[in-house]
C-alpha cells in the first residue's frame, strides 16, 4: 500500500509523520483513564477556543490563523481518540479538559455554565 493511500485513511501517516500520537503515561484525574499526551500549546489553543467559543476568535487571542487552530483540535481530538477517549464535539472536549485537570470547572462561572445564584446541595 503506497504512503498517499495510507495517508488518506489514517491522519497521522504520511511523509510528514511516521508513527501515531503516543499516549501519556499519566492517568485522568478522578476517572483512572489514560490521558494523551498534549503539548502545551496544544492545552493553550484548547482553553482558549473553548473560552472564546469560536476558532476566529481563538485565532485572533492567540496571534494565529484560524486553520492552525483547526489543526491544533485536530491533532488533540486524534490524541484522545489513540487512547480510546474520542472527544467529536466541542462539549467532549470541554469534558475531557475538566477530567484531565486542565479545567476547574468553579472557573467558568462567568460564561454561563454555572448558575451563580443557584444553592448548594
Known amino acids: ?32 483513564q489514560t490521558s494523551p499526551a498534549l503539548t502545551d500549546r496544544e492545552i493553550e489553543v484548547l482553553l482558549t477556543w473553548l473560552r472564546v467559543g469560536t476558532k476566529e476568535s481563538a485565532g485572533r487571542e492567540l496571534f494565529i490563523g484560524t486553520a492552525t487552530v483547526k489543526s491544533h483540535l485536530t491533532r488533540i481530538r486524534q490524541k484522545y481518540m489513540a487512547v480510546g477517549r474520542p472527544a467529536a464535539s466541542k ?18 462561572q462567568d460564561v454561563g455554565l454555572i448558575d451563580p445564584e443557584a444553592e448548594d446541595h
Open 91 to 108: 462539549a467532549a472536549l470541554f469534558i475531557r479538559a475538566v477530567q484531565d485537570g486542565y479545567i476547574d470547572i468553579s472557573d467558568w
Open 1 to 32: 500500500m503506497s504512503t498517499a493511500t495510507i495517508s488518506s485513511h489514517i491522519p497521522w501517516a504520511g511523509p510528514e509523520r511516521d508513527a501515531p500520537p503516543t499516549p501519556a503515561a499519566s492517568t485522568a484525574v478522578d476517572s483512572g
